[in-house]
């Protein structure tokens, strides 16, 4: 790659979480089901990297930068209730 890698992974990022963004209905047990990561993982990858990097950010600050708002009300706004069988698939993962 050439030196413009930061930049790019940068805008990736930004990207994803615009995405993310766009697609509030997608829930973070689905994303877990699914993926093994969701908005809260990033938020804390956030937190872990800016650490590495001898900056310091709180969690709930990352995870307004992941959100685009605070995780309190994002949560209240979007977040709804896991059906028995997100909870399931869920579980199994987790048992794996």
Known sequence: MTDKTTEIEAAVFRRLLRHLDDHKEVQNIDLMNLADFCRNCLAKWYVA????????????????????????????????????????????RRKQ
Do not use: C, H, S
């Open 49 to 92: 990297a800016a650490e590495d990097r001898g900056e310091a950010i709180d969690y709930e600050a990352a995870r307004e930068v992941v959100y685009g708002m605070p995780y309190t009300e994002w949560k209240k706004k979007y977040q709804t209730e896991a059906t028995p069988e997100q909870l399931e698939a869920f579980n199994n």
